[in-house]
């Protein structure tokens, strides 16, 4: 099973602040990686798919890279609505989904 | 609108059962991979179980293989997850999810909680 790890697992941050997030798959997935944001009480929302593509309704701060087993999320001016918790996510094949274990981002 | 609505969860004893149920509308169900995702709570997001459009194909995390089983009812609209044999580590919320080359459309889940 491909095992997907995220770093930090915490990141302070201010509004205004580049912040990066990076999540490593344990084999190539090709660009088969999806970031979504989720708040303490709601579903979680895609942001990214296919590791590089915004979805329809982000706000274009949010940028995905990488391909094979490396890959990271950055948004380029942090904003008061983004404080949340971020997952990756593989979605190499049909049979088998694997999340990574989350980034809080939180208040400086 | 794309909606999602989950029902069925509650409070069962360790080796019991539940059947979740996901109610979908606004959009072509019968088109659609459908997922179940949970989330233990305070921990993160963990995949469940996927099934095919047509229900011929159906695929789960090792940890609930033997134990659950997905299915649909394409004719009304509904996703389903019998879960039996349940254990305390598998107290969550159990969200429906649409599979359209990525996970799209998510509901609010249902909460099972597991007693010992």
């Known amino acids: 099973d491909i095992q997907m790890t995220q770093s930090p697992s915490t990141l302070s941050a201010s509004v205004g602040d580049r912040v990066i997030i990076t999540c490593r798959a344990s084999q190539s997935i090709n660009s088969w990686l999806a970031w979504f944001q989720q708040k303490p009480g709601k579903a979680p929302k895609l942001l990214i798919y296919?590791?590089?593509s915004l979805q329809s309704g982000v706000p274009s701060r949010f940028s995905g890279s990488g391909s094979g087993t490396e890959f990271t999320l950055t948004i380029s001016s942090l904003q008061p609505d983004d404080f949340a918790t971020y997952y990756c996510?593989?979605?190499?094949?049909?049979?088998?989904?694997?999340f990574g274990p989350g980034t809080k981002v939180d208040f400086k | 609108e794309v909606q999602l609505v989950e029902s069925g969860g509650g409070l069962v004893q360790q080796g019991g059962s539940l059947r979740l149920s996901c109610a979908a509308s606004?959009?072509?169900?019968?088109?659609?991979?459908m997922s179940w995702v949970r989330q233990a709570p305070g921990k993160g997001l963990e995949w469940v179980a996927n099934?095919?459009?047509?229900?011929?194909?159906?695929s789960y995390v090792d940890s609930v293989k033997g134990r659950f089983i997905i299915s649909r009812d394409n004719a009304e609209n509904s996703l389903y997850l019998q879960m039996n044999s349940l254990r305390v580590e598998d107290t969550a919320v159990y969200s429906c999810?649409?599979?359209?080359?990525?996970?799209?459309?998510w509901g609010q889940g249902t909460l099972v909680t597991v007693s010992s």
């Open positions: 606004g959009f072509t169900f019968s088109s659609h991979w």
């Open positions: 996510q593989q979605y190499n094949s049909y049979s088998s989904f694997t």
């Open positions: 296919k590791s590089s």
């Open positions: 099934i095919k459009p047509d229900g011929s194909e159906k």
């Open positions: 999810a649409r599979y359209n080359n990525n996970f799209d459309y």
